[in-house]
């Protein structure tokens, strides 16, 4: 390294970037004044680094802990990698955390979990309990039988206590326990802990050591993590309320004592949502009302009796969505013109949203659910199955405690009647979100319904955290708007940092293709079809390697991959075609595609490979994005645009809800598929926009329907704009101008 002074000392190698050392800087600046940082940066920038050697170098002045996540695992292994190469330049303790889940040695539930764990506790501490009074008693009796009267009363008080303890212990031994803990409790972990902050260790790794140890490495892992330097987890350490709170326990801090670095930041309002979202499964309400019937409590009766108007409420309410129920209130939905039809023969394995919306009202599962329920209150049952299923909780825990049964039982009526109680609370309010879905189950082919409340506004969950905790970088390559982000995740006046493509303008080319404006009444025309065909013709053809093309949809990339593969073949196009779909194997279809030296992949935009997927070097020369990919705008998707519109309509004097919730983020999926090549300051490609609405020409001619000013400037000023025939000629001189066929190139 050039310095070794200051923050430069957790810099691992030799010279920073371009643009890497400011980033640093201003990073670090703005941790000296506990403000948040946006920090977009493209391929090349060096965000891992230019975020976390800063807030390594702050905490370590300020005893602070440095927390970097991602929901991304290509780049869970590169924070790995990272920060094994800051620890052999100046040592931090580091540890990388994953969920329960899949460090557990003997495959049990989180609940399962605890009840184990307090009774592996219980039975070691009796033990201990046990084996002080054993040695004390031994040490009274040497006493005693030297002549010493007071040493003999006080040996009979002991041997008393020690009969109660050794009671005790018989009894405990009915418990179910845990053996790889109990080794945890009653050994010596000095070793574990040696070897764990003697590099950085993967959870694989921590799997592996413990499992030969027969030690359950994820209590061990928790127990170490206070006094360590920098955390490497999930999403859902951070971004879920209650994992959160056990979480900054686990590390022995306080939130204002914590750092958090947010990798792929523009996925965090996506998650956010995921993580605030609540449901309650029709298969849910039929347990619990198997669970009431068992019970004999007088509180039973009432809270079957609300329950049970709810679970008739979801079937009439998906089931009219069928053309099934009341006429009185089918006639009502075709009046207010809700509810599409929706063909019961067609649903599928994946849950399919039924509209059940109403301007101006409630939504009609509320409006079913008071209809159905008759009785003495829905509030007051609900309260008294609420309390009802928290009794029901603590027996389970209880039994399965003392080993009377071989799992731990989840109280469904208290799932439900959580659920209802929230749902009926909160269902009006601004950003949540009143949905019922159907699915059919795989076992029985039945179909069955789904309640649940949508969160429509990231910030509900976000703002909390980034107000506890002293400060937090936001980091991806398609983070901008800056103020978009910031209102929606809820960042007070954040700095803001964004670097573009820090390589050679001339190893890349960005064309933005005149063809027609793809919309989805334009996508069946025959005229557009052999338009867009002939432009993937030539982008594949004249590509010196791989092409990856990302298209609206699966259906879309079926749709062209079908029409070109047509013509491969002798005398036609001289290329090996690939589809990404559903059900297949995404890394078995990339590493077939990298290992070809002419081909072209053809996927959904909203898939996989469209982030978080690296195609380096020969992996992919050319990157092409067929139209405009909105996602599939439905009720749900209204009601995000809504609580944008009610939430940042003074914000800005933008169109908040679409631009927000539609435009915004589908341009950024845009940019990150763009991303997929041109990886290093050697590598080189061609990325191709093909859709009339990408082109200055469009912007003219479309006005609001143009998206290209939803990119940054710079972006926006190398797109060239270029008629589809004229194409191939671009990109021919491009890849001669590199110097990248392997033999004669084709001819136009």
């Known amino acids: 390294m050039a310095e070794t002074n200051g923050y430069t000392r957790f810099f691992p190698y030799e010279e920073p970037y371009n643009n890497q050392r400011e980033a640093m800087d201003r990073i670090y600046n703005a941790f000296a004044r506990g403000q948040d940082v946006l920090f977009e940066g493209a391929c090349g920038t060096g965000k891992t680094l230019s975020s976390l050697v800063p807030a390594l170098e702050y905490a370590r002045e300020e005893d602070k802990t440095v927390v970097i996540t991602t929901n991304v695992h290509q780049q869970m292994r590169q924070f790995v990698a990272e920060a094994r190469a800051i620890t052999k330049e100046e040592p931090i303790r580091a540890a990388v955390f994953r969920g329960k889940g899949s460090m557990c040695h003997i495959d049990v539930g989180f609940e399962e979990c605890q009840v184990l764990r307090d009774n592996t506790y219980e039975v070691v501490d009796a033990e201990r309990d046990k084996a002080e009074l054993e040695e004390r008693q031994r040490e009274l009796l040497e006493q005693a039988q030297d002549g010493d009267e007071q040493a003999a009363d006080a040996r009979s008080t002991v041997m008393d206590e020690l009969e109660v303890v050794e009671e005790r212990v018989e009894g405990l031994d009915e418990q179910n326990t845990c053996e790889y803990y109990y080794n945890n409790l009653v050994g010596d972990n000095d070793d574990f802990y040696s070897w764990l902050y003697d590099d950085v260790r993967t959870p694989d790794d921590i799997y592996e050591y413990a499992e030969q140890q027969q030690l359950c490495g994820y209590e061990l892992l928790k127990d170490g993590m206070e006094g360590v330097d920098l955390v490497v987890c999930n999403y859902h350490h951070l971004l879920d309320p209650m994992i959160r709170e056990q979480f900054f326990r686990w590390l022995g801090r306080e939130p204002e004592d914590v750092i958090t670095i947010f990798d792929e930041a523009h996925n965090v309002e996506d998650t956010a949502r995921e993580h605030a979202t609540r449901t309650l499964t029709e298969n849910t309400l039929d347990s619990a009302l198997d669970e009431l019937q068992d019970s004999d409590d007088a509180r039973s009766e009432p809270a079957f009796n609300v329950i049970a108007a709810f679970r008739r409420a979801l079937e009439s309410t998906y089931e009219e969505s069928f053309g099934v129920g009341s006429e009185a209130r089918r006639a009502s939905a075709s009046s207010s013109g809700q509810r599409p039809r929706v063909d019961r023969e067609a649903v599928g394995d994946n849950w399919e949203d039924v509209s059940i919306t109403n301007e101006g009202r409630r939504d009609d599962l509320t409006l079913a659910f008071l209809q159905e329920y008759t009785g003495k209150g829905i509030d007051t049952e609900l309260d008294l199955a609420v309390h009802l299923g928290r009794e029901l909780d603590e027996e389970y825990e209880e039994a399965y405690k003392n080993g009377e049964t071989t799992t731990r039982e989840e109280c469904q009526t208290l799932q439900a009647a959580t659920f209802v109680q929230d749902f009926m609370d909160e269902s009006t309010e601004l950003g949540q979100y009143p949905v019922v879905s159907v699915r059919r189950d795989e076992a029985t082919d039945e ?74 009444s334009e996508r069946d025309d025959p005229e557009t079809q052999e338009t867009i065909a002939g432009v993937l013709r030539d982008a594949v053809e004249f590509t010196a390697g791989n092409t990856l093309l990302f298209f609206p949809s699966y259906a879309e990339a079926e749709r062209y991959y079908d029409r070109l593969e047509r013509e491969t073949g002798p005398g036609g196009l001289d290329a090996n075609l690939y589809r990404d779909e559903p059900g297949i194997s995404v890394e078995e279809r990339r590493q077939q595609f990298v290992a070809d030296e002419n081909a072209a992949m053809f996927t959904s935009l909203w898939a996989t490979l469209a982030e978080g997927v ?92 143009s998206v290209r000013e939803t990119f940054p400037v710079e972006e926006r000023d190398e797109m060239l704009d270029i008629a589809p025939e004229k194409l191939k000629f671009a990109m021919l001189n491009f890849f001669t101008d590199n110097d990248a066929w392997t033999g004669d190139p084709p001819t136009p």
């Open 447 to 520: 179909v069955y319904g789904r309640a649940e409340l949508y969160t429509c506004i990231p910030r509900e969950v976000t703002e909390e955290l980034f107000s506890e905790v002293y400060a937090t970088v936001l980091m991806s390559a398609t983070l901008r708007p800056f103020d978009v982000i910031g209102d929606v995740l809820g960042l007070e006046e954040p700095v803001e940092l964004a670097y573009g493509l820090q390589f050679p303008e001339g190893n890349r080319r960005t064309f933005a293709v005149e063809s027609p404006a793809l919309f989805a």
């Open 614 to 705: 690296s195609f380096d070097g020969d992996d992919a020369r050319t990157v092409v994005v067929v139209g405009v990919p909105y996602p599939h705008l439905d009720d749900r998707m209204d009601a995000v645009q809504d609580a944008y519109d009610r939430a940042f309509a003074d914000r800005s004097g933008r169109d908040s809800g679409w631009e927000y919730a539609v435009e915004i983020p589908t341009i950024r999926k845009t940019r990150q598929a763009l991303g997929r090549v041109i990886r290093s300051p050697e590598d080189f490609g061609v990325r191709v926009l093909v859709d009339k609405r990408y082109t200055a020409a469009g912007e003219r001619e479309m006005g609001k329907y």
